[in-house]
C-alpha cells in the first residue's frame, strides 16, 4: 500500500480494475450458471435471442471473465512483495551460508549427526522460509486458478513437508542448502514480471532469459548433482541407513520431478523470446489472448461489437496479442 503501489503508479500502471462488461440479466445468467465460454452454437441462439452480434456477445463474455481477475496494479503489488521477500532471504541465506562450513563442503551436513547445534541464525532461516511458504499455500486458494494449480499445490506440500520434516530431524545443515538454491532464481522471475508490468519489454525479456538460464543450471545442475548426491549417497555412507532416510529423499525426488517440467515450460518460452525478439504469452496464463488495458482501449473508441477495417490483425474476434503474463 505504502511502497508497491506508489511505485506502480510511477511507472504508468493505472489504478483502475478492468473494463466492466455492460449489465444483462440473460447472459449473467449463463456466465453464472451454464458456462463461461460458451460454444459457437450457444452464441448464435443468444444473438438471436437478445438480437446482438455474435462478435458483441463474445466480447461481453470476455469482459466478464476478466472482471473476475485482479488489475495490473494488484499483480504488481504482489510482485514486488513476493521479489522483496526472495531477494531479502536469498541474501540473508547466502550471509549465513557464507561462513557456515558445510556450504563449502557438504560432507559437514553429516559430521555428528543428529547431534548438530541448532543456532539462532538456522532457527530464524527456516521460520521465516516456513512462513512464506505456509502463506502461498494459503494464498492459492483465493488467488485465480491456473493450469498448474495442481502442481502448485504439490510443490507447495512437498516444500512445507522438506522444511518441516529436516526440522524436527535436525537434518538444518542440508535444508539451508537447498532452501537457498531455490531461492536464487525465485527473485529473477518476480523483477521480469514486475518489467513486464510496467510494460518494460527489453529489461523483461532480459531478465526472464537470466532467469531461465539460472533455474536451470541451479534446478537440474547443482540441485540433482550437489544436493541429491550427498542426500542419497554420502549420508548413506557417513551415517548409513535410517528410518526416515527414504521419506526425506522422496519429498527431494519429487521437488526434482516439479523442476524438470517447469524447466521444460521455461525453456520453451525462453526460446521462443529468443527466436521473435521477445516473450511469448505463457502457457499457464490465467489472461485473455486480449488484455485488460487493450480491451478498455477499444471500448473507449467504439462499441464492443464493431468491426474493424483490418480484420487480418485480429484473431477469433481479439486484438492480436504476443506477451506473457505470469510465470
Known amino acids: 500500500r505504502f511502497i508497491a503501489k506508489p511505485c506502480a503508479l510511477h511507472v504508468g500502471i493505472q489504478d483502475s480494475g478492468p473494463y466492466q462488461a455492460q449489465p444483462n440479466a440473460i447472459l449473467e445468467k449463463v456466465f453464472i450458471s451454464i458456462t463461461k465460454y460458451p460454444d459457437e452454437k450457444r452464441l448464435e441462439g443468444l444473438s438471436k435471442q437478445?438480437?446482438?452480434?455474435?462478435?458483441?456477445?463474445?466480447?461481453?463474455?470476455?469482459?466478464?471473465?476478466?472482471?473476475?481477475?485482479p488489475p495490473t496494479l494488484t499483480k504488481f503489488c504482489e510482485s514486488m512483495w513476493r521479489f522483496t521477500f526472495y531477494l531479502c532471504i536469498f541474501c540473508y541465506g547466502i550471509r549465513f551460508l557464507w561462513s557456515s562450513p558445510w556450504f563449502w563442503d557438504i560432507r559437514q551436513c553429516w559430521h555428528s549427526y543428529p547431534y548438530q547445534p541448532l543456532t539462532s541464525g538456522l532457527y530464524y532461516y527456516y521460520i521465516m522460509e516456513l512462513a512464506f511458504y505456509w502463506s502461498l499455500m494459503f494464498s492459492q486458494f483465493i488467488d485465480i486458478k491456473r493450469k498448474d494449480f495442481l502442481i502448485m499445490f504439490l510443490h507447495h506440500l512437498a516444500t512445507i513437508g522438506l522444511i518441516t520434516f529436516s526440522y524436527i530431524n535436525n537434518m538444518v545443515r542440508v535444508g539451508t542448502l537447498v532452501m537457498c538454491l531455490h531461492d536464487v532464481s525465485d527473485?529473477?522471475?518476480?523483477?521480469?514480471?514486475?518489467?513486464?508490468?510496467?510494460?518494460?519489454?527489453?529489461?523483461?525479456?532480459?531478465?526472464?532469459?537470466?532467469?531461465?538460464?539460472?533455474?536451470?543450471?541451479?534446478?537440474?545442475?547443482?540441485y540433482p548433482f550437489w544436493i541429491l548426491n550427498t542426500t542419497f549417497f554420502e549420508s548413506w555412507e557417513m551415517i548409513g541407513p535410517y528410518p526416515s532416510w527414504w521419506f526425506f529423499n522422496g519429498l527431494?525426488?519429487?521437488?526434482?520431478?516439479?523442476?524438470?517440467?517447469?524447466?521444460?515450460?521455461?525453456?520453451?518460452?525462453?526460446?521462443?523470446?529468443?527466436?521473435?525478439?521477445?516473450?511469448?504469452?505463457?502457457?499457464?496464463?490465467?489472461?485473455?489472448?486480449?488484455?485488460?488495458?487493450?480491451?478498455?482501449?477499444?471500448?473507449?473508441?467504439g462499441p464492443c461489437g464493431s468491426s474493424s477495417s483490418n480484420g487480418a490483425n485480429r484473431v477469433n474476434g481479439h486484438m492480436g496479442s504476443s506477451y506473457w503474463a505470469e510465470e
Do not use: M, P
Open 50 to 69: 437478445l438480437d446482438w452480434d455474435v462478435r458483441k456477445i463474445q466480447c461481453w463474455f470476455r469482459h466478464r471473465r476478466n472482471q473476475d481477475k
Open 252 to 301: 527431494l525426488l519429487i521437488l526434482q520431478f516439479l523442476h524438470v517440467i517447469w524447466s521444460y515450460l521455461i525453456v520453451r518460452i525462453a526460446f521462443k523470446a529468443l527466436i521473435r525478439g521477445k516473450v511469448s504469452k505463457d502457457d499457464r496464463s490465467d489472461v485473455e489472448s486480449s488484455s485488460e488495458e487493450e480491451e478498455a482501449t477499444a471500448n473507449t473508441k
Open 187 to 222: 527473485f529473477l522471475l518476480e523483477a521480469a514480471k514486475l518489467a513486464n508490468y510496467a510494460k518494460y519489454q527489453r529489461l523483461c525479456d532480459t531478465l526472464f532469459v537470466i532467469f531461465s538460464a539460472v533455474f536451470v543450471v541451479t534446478r537440474l545442475g547443482i
